[in-house]
Structures are given as structure tokens and as C-alpha cells.
């Protein structure tokens, strides 16, 4: 069974112990390079980082200026071309990644803590705190995602604050239904029993012995949850419910969507940024999965 | 597989065929596109482009418009202005009857003016009327209790419909009057069908008392709800006319069609003017020579050229430029960006260590993007260069926007507020400081207060030499334009869009809100 895998494959270093060794992380490390689209994703990941943080000392143009006449094609003006106020494009990619990486960072790192937070309660103690729970998750869940977001940015204003709180408060249920899953699972396993008649308290049960080696699909799953927060943002943006004063990739397409058949490029260049962006995310989430995931990991 | 083809054949040909007879139907009916829907038909207390088109076809009003702003008759066969000003006597033609069959006499005049005084949103548009006195039943006398010049204009066939008082006299309130969607009026078109949300279908009234028209047997308005679908719709001759289009690139788009004539003619009488206000008892903007920079700083030509595709006019004051009152000598706020900096320092704005001087907000009404959002965010890449920093605020819909401005929590805003005809209808709301209403939208929002102003906006909606008040009109504007309350931006571009085929054309100064009884498709040569 997976449970005696997964206890015996990476939880065991954890499990008792105060640190875990550094062994297992090398080791998944290793694994993670095995994995070709692993590295893919990360060297995508790590060039599109680069370029946000590192363009705009290079690149100053202010991507909410206007620089040049509206739709100037890609060319000697502008190498991108400019959008339908004149606004150059490639200052728009270089300077709206930031939004962008960043309302996708923090909306799952918002994701993932509401999301752990209720699952752990909710998968460790049970009973009437877990169907509470439940209820509450279930009420986020049977909302539409979209729906909802666009009710919140909507209520409290189109700044890219607001976005990211909206998107996380979407998007936690998911998380939530995973970490109390682990948690249901590993809790009737002997080591924690162990752990509890040796006299732990709840809080180092739940925090020291069960969380740990509830992680690894938790990983996974905020990887993932990046990819969608930035879909998210731009899909928002898209429907027009984006921050005006704040470049970024999902802001240029809802404003340029219009205007598609008189610059293509308007769109195009900051679509396949997101493209970029949001399969780098994925192909990286595919290579933790690889490397942590102990029955893939004896294929190689 | 020969058979086939033979099938296909007849069926392509009798497709051919039903086409054909259908096209030859359509020869006495005329489809109107429009993306609004009318809450219901009566234009006696209903402002707005969506219940005044079909009520214009519906109800007759006192006097019509050519494309001149000269009035001329129509249930008023003439009329006298009395030398002081203080009555006007409209004597009426003596054929016409509503569609019922009972006849259009003096009473319903004067029920429908004191309707429309105490109902119609345009509360400055009747205000100077008492009463209306009926010596006969083809003559009505309008008292009024000071001279009120416009009141010619407020005759016109959106502002001032003739109700039958057998109908809507029957003391239910006219708001709610189960009439209104079931209009009885003496226009040239009757109700047949109203399906709401989806068509209004008007056909010819046989006794409309001018012989021989209308010349149309039918007027169908399609409501269609994308207005990309409109445009394909006129395009395959699906829809016949398409008012108020003003998406720059869908007037290219039709301007290049082949079937379609698209004319800026019709919109003078509304004059819809396309503006940045300004909230004037905020700091800075509390300062003229800050909103005088900022309109330097603007940049009007750039924004009708790469914005709007030249194909806007540009605004300079608070009177739209078609109007016999616009004045054109105003100071125009060429872009200068020097004059702009050297305003805001004497303002004592100067520029701070990092480049600015202060922040501000732009507010724009949302969904018309063109002529509202892109303006915003262009104003904030010109006013950055001049050291302000302004922030672009999105209102998710229209009412949030409205709130805003009209409660006044706003610093700077895109709006757009057109003229009704006469200054006394549409322009006066705007700069007297009688009219600073919190919580009412498209009042003096700007908390703009001159008392010249108010003097001279006083002195002209009663001036009864029509040279006299073009001279206070027009110093009216020189003042307003000066003070800035308002950086005037353009005219919204609209057009109207028409099968070739159509002909005469309604291109007076009510466009498409006025009859259309002598609309008709042009005589075909033989098939």
C-alpha cells in the first residue's frame, strides 16, 4: 500500500526526529533532475524571474507611458509595437510580470495557509469542528471561483491588492480538502499514535508529526495553485476587473482584447508570457511530483 | 449523386425565390438596430434615447426642427410669441386625430404641457409656465410667468409629445400609466406590437393628418443586445438603420461598407458633449490655475487624433460647436507644456525632489471605453509630465461611478452630458450653483459657483432678442471656459448608419428621435 511507502519512503527521517537529515532533500533534488520537463519548467520559471526583476534596470521605459503613436507595429519605434494608447509593449511584459509572478505567489501562499490552517483542524481533531468545517468549505466550493472573485473586486475596489486577497479567498477550499485528506489519513497510523502515547499535545502532533509528511502533495498543489492564481488575475483583468494603475500581463490583454484585429501583437506577446509563465508553474509542479512521489520515483 | 446535386439545385433555387419575395416585402418596412430598450413610450416623462425614438413615431408634438434649428409646423400650424414674452399661442391644425380616431384639440395641449411641467427630468425645460388657457378648441395660449425663449425648442417632437387627455387624463400617475406601454398619440405611427426586450413594431396610422404620409407602411426596431451584431446586421441588410454607432472602428468599418451611408447629421439638437470636470472645492483643484495647467497639459488634439481616429470634433466650451449659440473664441488650451508648469508653480505646486508636485484620482463612467477609459488613462501619461500623478480609479458599473461623482468623492472625472438643444434644457445644470444637488448625477457635480455666471445664465433663459442672449451665451462662455471647471474634450462622435437605398433621410437636429413620416426606399428601376 502507498501509506506504507509513503511512511517508509520519506516520512520515517521526519517522522520522530526534531530536523529532518539533509539526505532526503539531496535526494529529491536528484530526482527532480532526472525529470526532463522538470528542468524545462525550471529554467522557463527562473528566465521569466529574471526578467522581471532584473529588465526594468535595464529597460527603463514606464509601461504606462505613451511613447509613440497607437498599434505602431513591432519594429524600430518600439520592439514590440505600442498598444491602442500608444503604450509600448515590451515595457508592459517587462515591467507587468511583477504583478503578475507576484499576485500568482501570493494568492496561492494565501491559498495554501487558509487552506492548510482549516484542512489540519478540520482533518485532526474531527467530529463536530470537522463537519463545521466541512460545511464552510463546501459552502466556498459550490461558488463559482470566477464568480465569486468578481464579486469581491467588484465590493472593495479594483486594486491589485484586492485581487490577490480575492483570488486566495477563492481558491483555499481545494487545499483544504487535500490537507484534511492526508490528515485523516496519517492520523491513525502508529507512528503518530506513538507519538501521542508518548504524551505529545495536540499542537506537536499536528504541527510536528502528521504536517510534515502531509506536505508533499501540499507542495504540489501550491505549485500548482500559482498557475491558476495567475490565469485567475488575468481572466479577471480580461473581463475588465483589472487594477488600471498597475501594469501587468492579464491587465494588457483585457484592455487590448478589443483591438486585436488592428495590432495582433498587443496581445499575443503578453498571451504567451502567461502561457510561459503559467506552464513553467506547471512543468515544475510535475517535477516535484517526481521527485517526491516515491512510486515514480523507482521507474528511473 | 446527380439526384443530389438536382436537390440541392431546387432547394438553393426556391431558398432563392422565398429570399426574393421577402426583399420585395421589405420595400414598405424599415428595421432600426438599437442596443437600448425602451422601458416603455411616453417621452412626456421619459428622457432618454431609447423611449424617444419610437415616441417621436408615435406621438406628434406642437412644432418640428429642419436641420437648421429653424422650428416648423407640424400640430401647430403656426404659432405667435406675444411682444413681452409672457405668452405663446399655438394655433393647431384642425385634422389631426389620435389614432383612436377622437381628435387632437387644445386640451390635450395643454394637459400634456402641464404633464410634461410637472413630470419630464428636464425640470428648467418648462419652468417659466403658468398655465395654458384653451379659447378654442385649435388654439391653445401658453402663460408663462417670465419670458422663456427656449420654450420653442421644448416643443420639439422628443421633448414635448401631445397626450390624448381622454387617455392619460384619467388621474392614474403618468409614471407608472399602464398607457405608456400601450401609447395612444397622432404621430405618423401607431403601436402594433411591442415585445419587450426584443422588438417594438409601428405601422402606418392611415389618417395622419399630413396627406400622404407616412410614406413607410412599417417601422420595426430590433433591440439587439451586441453591438457587433448590429453592425453585421446592417451590413447583410438584416437591419436597415443603426443609430447612435460611435465606436471609431466600427465607423470605419462602415464607412468603407458598400450598401451603407453613415452621416454625423441628426445629433446637433442633443450636442453630446465628452469632458474631464473637475471637482472644484478639493485641493488643488480648488485653484483655476492648477485645472487651467491641466487642461494645458491635456493635450485635446492628440487625444481626438490617436484616440478617437479623428473622427470626433473637438469640444471647446460648455455649448456643443453645432448650436447657433456656441461661441468659438475661447480660450482653446492648446497643449503647452510649459505654460502648464509655470501655472501649477505659481500655483505653488512646485516639483518635489522625486519629479512630482501632487497626486490626484480620474474617475471615468464605465463601458464606453473609447471615449471615457482610454481618455483617463491617456490624461494620466500627459499629467505625469507635468509632475501629477494621477491614479486611475475603475467603477465596476455605472451607478458605483455615479455615486462617486455625485456625492462627490471624487477628484477629477471623465463624464459625458449632452445639451438638449437649448442651453436652458441641458447646459444650465451644469455651472449654477442653484443646481449643486448632492446625490443627483449630472447636476453642478464640479460644485462650480460664479455669481456672473449665475446672473448671466438667469439674464439669457428669459432674454427674449435672440441677439442679445447669443451675447450673454457668449460671454457666459468665455467666463466658464476661463475658470475651467471643466477641461472640454470632444463631441462624441456619433453616427447614423442607413441602407443606400433609404432616402430622405431624417438628418435635422433630432436625427432619428424626430418623425419619420417622410423616410422611404428609393424607387428601384425594373427588376
Same mark, same amino acid.
Given at each position: 500500500?502507498?501509506?506504507?511507502?509513503?511512511?517508509?519512503?520519506?516520512?520515517?527521517?521526519?517522522?520522530?526526529?526534531?530536523?529532518?537529515?539533509?539526505?532526503?532533500?539531496?535526494?529529491?533534488?536528484?530526482?527532480?533532475?532526472?525529470?526532463?520537463?522538470?528542468?524545462?519548467?525550471?529554467?522557463?520559471? #527562473?528566465?521569466?524571474?529574471?526578467?522581471?526583476?532584473?529588465?526594468? =534596470?535595464?529597460?527603463?521605459?514606464?509601461?504606462?507611458?505613451?511613447?509613440?503613436?497607437?498599434?505602431?507595429?513591432?519594429?524600430?519605434?518600439?520592439?514590440?509595437?505600442?498598444?491602442?494608447?500608444?503604450?509600448?509593449?515590451?515595457?508592459?511584459?517587462?515591467?507587468?510580470?511583477?504583478?503578475?509572478?507576484?499576485?500568482?505567489?501570493?494568492?496561492?501562499?494565501?491559498?495554501?495557509?487558509?487552506?492548510?490552517?482549516?484542512?489540519?483542524?478540520?482533518?485532526?481533531?474531527?467530529?463536530?469542528?470537522?463537519? &463545521? =468545517?466541512?460545511?464552510?468549505?463546501?459552502? !466556498?466550493?459550490? =461558488?463559482?471561483?470566477?464568480? !465569486?472573485?468578481?464579486?469581491?473586486?467588484?465590493?472593495?475596489?479594483?486594486?491589485?491588492?484586492?485581487?490577490?486577497?480575492?483570488?486566495?479567498?477563492?481558491?483555499?477550499?481545494?487545499?483544504?480538502?487535500?490537507?484534511?485528506?492526508?490528515?485523516?489519513? #496519517?492520523?491513525?497510523?502508529?507512528?503518530?499514535?506513538?507519538?501521542?502515547? &508518548?504524551?505529545?499535545?495536540?499542537?506537536?502532533?499536528?504541527?510536528?508529526?502528521?504536517?510534515?509528511?502531509?506536505?508533499?502533495?501540499?507542495?504540489?498543489?501550491?505549485?500548482?495553485?500559482?498557475?491558476?492564481?495567475?490565469?485567475?488575475?488575468?481572466?479577471?483583468? !480580461? #473581463?475588465?476587473?483589472?487594477?488600471?494603475?498597475?501594469?501587468?500581463?492579464?491587465?494588457?490583454?483585457?484592455?487590448?482584447?478589443?483591438?486585436?484585429?488592428?495590432?495582433?501583437?498587443?496581445?499575443? !506577446?503578453?498571451?504567451?508570457?502567461?502561457?510561459?509563465?503559467?506552464? &513553467?508553474?506547471?512543468?515544475?509542479?510535475?517535477?516535484?511530483?517526481?521527485?517526491?512521489?516515491?512510486?515514480?520515483?523507482?521507474?528511473? | 449523386?446527380?439526384?443530389?446535386?438536382?436537390?440541392?439545385?431546387?432547394?438553393?433555387?426556391?431558398?432563392?425565390?422565398?429570399?426574393?419575395?421577402?426583399?420585395?416585402?421589405?420595400?414598405?418596412?424599415?428595421?432600426?438596430?438599437?442596443?437600448?430598450?425602451?422601458?416603455?413610450?411616453?417621452?412626456?416623462?421619459?428622457?432618454?434615447?431609447?423611449?424617444?425614438?419610437? +415616441?417621436?413615431?408615435?406621438?406628434?408634438?406642437?412644432?418640428?426642427?429642419?436641420?437648421? %434649428?429653424?422650428?416648423?409646423?407640424?400640430?401647430?400650424?403656426? %404659432?405667435?410669441?406675444?411682444?413681452?414674452?409672457?405668452?405663446?399661442?399655438?394655433?393647431?391644425?384642425?385634422?389631426?386625430?389620435?389614432?383612436?380616431?377622437?381628435?387632437?384639440?387644445?386640451?390635450?395641449?395643454?394637459?400634456?404641457?402641464?404633464?410634461?411641467?410637472?413630470?419630464?427630468?428636464?425640470?428648467?425645460?418648462?419652468?417659466?409656465?403658468?398655465?395654458?388657457?384653451?379659447?378654442?378648441?385649435?388654439? *391653445?395660449?401658453? $402663460?408663462?410667468?417670465?419670458?422663456?425663449?427656449?420654450?420653442?425648442?421644448?416643443?420639439?417632437?422628443?421633448?414635448?409629445?401631445?397626450?390624448?387627455?381622454?387617455?392619460?387624463?384619467?388621474?392614474?400617475?403618468?409614471?407608472?400609466?399602464?398607457?405608456?406601454?400601450?401609447?395612444?398619440?397622432?404621430?405618423?405611427?401607431?403601436?402594433?406590437?411591442?415585445?419587450?426586450?426584443?422588438?417594438?413594431?409601428?405601422?402606418?396610422?392611415?389618417?395622419?393628418?399630413?396627406?400622404? /404620409?407616412?410614406?413607410?407602411?412599417?417601422?420595426?426596431?430590433?433591440?439587439?443586445?451586441?453591438?457587433?451584431?448590429?453592425?453585421?446586421?446592417?451590413?447583410?441588410?438584416?437591419?436597415?438603420?443603426?443609430?447612435?454607432?460611435?465606436?471609431?472602428?466600427?465607423?470605419?468599418?462602415?464607412?468603407?461598407?458598400?450598401?451603407?451611408?453613415?452621416?454625423?447629421?441628426?445629433?446637433?439638437?442633443?450636442?453630446?458633449?465628452?469632458?474631464?470636470?473637475?471637482?472644484?472645492?478639493?485641493?488643488?483643484?480648488?485653484?483655476? $490655475?492648477? /485645472?487651467?495647467?491641466?487642461?494645458?497639459?491635456?493635450? /485635446?488634439?492628440?487625444?481626438?487624433?490617436?484616440?478617437?481616429?479623428?473622427?470626433?470634433?473637438?469640444?471647446?466650451?460648455?455649448?456643443?460647436?453645432?448650436?447657433?449659440?456656441?461661441?468659438? @473664441?475661447?480660450?482653446?488650451? @492648446?497643449?503647452?507644456?510649459?505654460?502648464?508648469?509655470?501655472?501649477?508653480?505659481?500655483?505653488?505646486?512646485?516639483?518635489?525632489?522625486?519629479?512630482?508636485?501632487?497626486?490626484?484620482?480620474?474617475?471615468?463612467?464605465?463601458?464606453?471605453?473609447?471615449?471615457?477609459?482610454?481618455?483617463?488613462?491617456?490624461?494620466?501619461?500627459?499629467?505625469?509630465?507635468?509632475?501629477?500623478?494621477?491614479?486611475?480609479?475603475?467603477?465596476?458599473?455605472?451607478?458605483? %461611478?455615479?455615486? $462617486?461623482? +455625485?456625492?462627490?468623492?471624487?477628484?477629477?472625472?471623465?463624464?459625458?452630458?449632452?445639451? %438638449?438643444?437649448?442651453?436652458?434644457?441641458?447646459?444650465?445644470?451644469?455651472?449654477?450653483?442653484?443646481?449643486?444637488?448632492?446625490?443627483?448625477?449630472?447636476?453642478?457635480?464640479?460644485?462650480?459657483?460664479?455669481?456672473?455666471?449665475?446672473?448671466?445664465?438667469?439674464? *439669457?433663459?428669459?432674454?427674449?432678442?435672440?441677439?442679445?442672449?447669443?451675447?450673454?451665451?457668449?460671454?457666459?462662455?468665455?467666463?466658464?471656459?476661463?475658470?475651467?471647471?471643466?477641461?472640454?474634450?470632444?463631441?462624441?462622435?456619433?453616427?447614423?448608419?442607413?441602407?443606400?437605398?433609404?432616402?430622405?433621410?431624417?438628418?435635422?437636429?433630432?436625427?432619428?428621435?424626430?418623425?419619420?413620416?417622410?423616410? +422611404?426606399?428609393?424607387?428601384?428601376?425594373? @427588376?
Amino acid at each position: 500500500m502507498s501509506v506504507l511507502e509513503v511512511s517508509g519512503g520519506i516520512s520515517k527521517p521526519i517522522a520522530p526526529g526534531p530536523k529532518p537529515a539533509a539526505s532526503p532533500g539531496r535526494a529529491a533534488l536528484r530526482q527532480y533532475l532526472y525529470s526532463l520537463s522538470g528542468i524545462a519548467g525550471a529554467v522557463i520559471l #527562473l528566465l521569466l524571474v529574471a526578467m522581471t526583476l532584473f529588465g526594468p =534596470l535595464i529597460y527603463h521605459v514606464d509601461p504606462l507611458d505613451i511613447v509613440a503613436a497607437p498599434f505602431t507595429p513591432p519594429g524600430s519605434d518600439a520592439l514590440l509595437g505600442t498598444d491602442y494608447l500608444g503604450r509600448d509593449v515590451l515595457a508592459g511584459i517587462v515591467y507587468g510580470g511583477k504583478a503578475t509572478l507576484t499576485v500568482g505567489a501570493i494568492a496561492a501562499l494565501i491559498t495554501i495557509v487558509i487552506g492548510v490552517t482549516v484542512g489540519t483542524i478540520s482533518g485532526y481533531f474531527g467530529g463536530a469542528a470537522d463537519t &463545521a =468545517l466541512v460545511k464552510v468549505i463546501e459552502f !466556498f466550493q459550490i =461558488l463559482p471561483p470566477l464568480l !465569486f472573485a468578481m464579486v469581491l473586486v467588484t465590493l472593495f475596489g479594483q486594486t491589485l491588492t484586492t485581487i490577490t486577497i480575492a483570488i486566495g479567498a477563492v481558491s483555499w477550499p481545494s487545499a483544504a480538502r487535500l490537507t484534511r485528506a492526508e490528515f485523516l489519513r #496519517l492520523r491513525g497510523l502508529d507512528y503518530v499514535k506513538s507519538s501521542r502515547a &508518548a504524551g505529545a499535545t495536540d499542537r506537536h502532533v499536528m504541527l510536528r508529526v502528521i504536517l510534515p509528511n502531509a506536505l508533499p502533495p501540499i507542495i504540489i498543489a501550491a505549485t500548482l495553485a500559482i498557475g491558476v492564481a495567475i490565469l485567475f488575475e488575468s481572466g479577471l483583468s !480580461f #473581463l475588465g476587473l483589472g487594477d488600471p494603475n498597475t501594469m501587468s500581463w492579464g491587465l494588457m490583454i483585457g484592455q487590448n482584447r478589443n483591438y486585436v484585429l488592428d495590432g495582433w501583437w498587443t496581445v499575443v !506577446f503578453p498571451g504567451t508570457a502567461i502561457f510561459l509563465a503559467v506552464l &513553467a508553474i506547471s512543468l515544475v509542479g510535475d517535477g516535484f511530483n517526481d521527485a517526491i512521489n516515491p512510486r515514480l520515483r523507482r521507474r528511473i | 449523386m446527380r439526384r443530389k446535386i438536382i436537390t440541392m439545385l431546387a432547394a438553393g433555387l426556391i431558398a432563392g425565390l422565398a429570399f426574393g419575395a421577402a426583399h420585395a416585402a421589405d420595400r414598405s418596412t424599415v428595421v432600426i438596430g438599437t442596443t437600448q430598450v425602451p422601458r416603455h413610450f411616453n417621452g412626456a416623462v421619459q428622457s432618454g434615447v431609447a423611449t424617444a425614438m419610437p +415616441s417621436t413615431q408615435i406621438f406628434a408634438s406642437p412644432l418640428r426642427y429642419d436641420d437648421n %434649428w429653424n422650428p416648423k409646423p407640424y400640430l401647430a400650424k403656426s %404659432w405667435d410669441v406675444a411682444p413681452d414674452g409672457l405668452s405663446i399661442t399655438l394655433h393647431l391644425v384642425t385634422n389631426a386625430v389620435f389614432h383612436d380616431g377622437k381628435p387632437v384639440t387644445s386640451e390635450d395641449v395643454a394637459f400634456s404641457i402641464m404633464a410634461i411641467k410637472k413630470y419630464h427630468p428636464f425640470q428648467t425645460m418648462l419652468a417659466a409656465v403658468d398655465k395654458v388657457d384653451t379659447p378654442d378648441a385649435y388654439t *391653445a395660449i401658453i $402663460r408663462l410667468n417670465h419670458p422663456q425663449p427656449s420654450l420653442l425648442l421644448a416643443m420639439s417632437p422628443p421633448l414635448m409629445p401631445i397626450l390624448p387627455k381622454h387617455v392619460y387624463g384619467d388621474g392614474q400617475d403618468l409614471r407608472t400609466h399602464p398607457a405608456n406601454l400601450k401609447p395612444i398619440g397622432s404621430g405618423p405611427f401607431k403601436l402594433a406590437e411591442y415585445k419587450q426586450g426584443d422588438y417594438v413594431v409601428l405601422e402606418k396610422f392611415d389618417r395622419f393628418f399630413i396627406p400622404g /404620409r407616412p410614406k413607410l407602411d412599417k417601422i420595426v426596431y430590433k433591440i439587439v443586445s451586441d453591438p457587433n451584431a448590429a453592425i453585421i446586421g446592417l451590413e447583410r441588410g438584416d437591419i436597415n438603420i443603426l443609430p447612435f454607432v460611435s465606436g471609431i472602428r466600427d465607423i470605419e468599418r462602415l464607412e468603407k461598407a458598400p450598401n451603407i451611408f453613415i452621416t454625423d447629421k441628426g445629433f446637433a439638437g442633443i450636442g453630446p458633449l465628452n469632458w474631464l470636470a473637475f471637482n472644484t472645492k478639493k485641493k488643488p483643484l480648488d485653484d483655476a $490655475r492648477v /485645472r487651467q495647467a491641466i487642461a494645458y497639459a491635456g493635450n /485635446r488634439d492628440a487625444i481626438i487624433k490617436a484616440l478617437m481616429g479623428g473622427k470626433a470634433t473637438p469640444a471647446t466650451g460648455p455649448i456643443a460647436p453645432d448650436s447657433p449659440f456656441y461661441e468659438p @473664441k475661447v480660450e482653446s488650451y @492648446k497643449h503647452d507644456v510649459a505654460k502648464a508648469q509655470k501655472l501649477l508653480d505659481e500655483a505653488g505646486y512646485p516639483k518635489k525632489a522625486d519629479g512630482t508636485r501632487f497626486s490626484l484620482t480620474i474617475d471615468y463612467i464605465p463601458g464606453v471605453n473609447e471615449q471615457q477609459r482610454n481618455v483617463a488613462e491617456f490624461l494620466r501619461s500627459q499629467l505625469k509630465r507635468v509632475g501629477i500623478v494621477v491614479e486611475v480609479r475603475a467603477a465596476s458599473d455605472f451607478p458605483t %461611478w455615479a455615486q $462617486r461623482v +455625485s456625492s462627490y468623492d471624487f477628484d477629477m472625472t471623465m463624464d459625458a452630458v449632452y445639451n %438638449w438643444g437649448d442651453p436652458v434644457i441641458g447646459v444650465d445644470r451644469t455651472y449654477l450653483s442653484s443646481n449643486i444637488r448632492k446625490g443627483v448625477i449630472w447636476s453642478n457635480t464640479q460644485q462650480y459657483s460664479n455669481p456672473k455666471v449665475d446672473k448671466i445664465l438667469a439674464a *439669457a433663459a428669459t432674454e427674449t432678442s435672440p441677439e442679445k442672449r447669443k451675447a450673454l451665451y457668449s460671454e457666459f462662455q468665455k467666463i466658464v471656459v476661463n475658470d475651467a471647471p471643466i477641461f472640454y474634450i470632444n463631441v462624441a462622435p456619433y453616427r447614423n448608419a442607413f441602407d443606400k437605398k433609404l432616402t430622405n433621410l431624417p438628418t435635422t437636429i433630432w436625427g432619428l428621435m424626430s418623425p419619420l413620416d417622410e423616410l +422611404s426606399w428609393a424607387n428601384e428601376s425594373k @427588376k
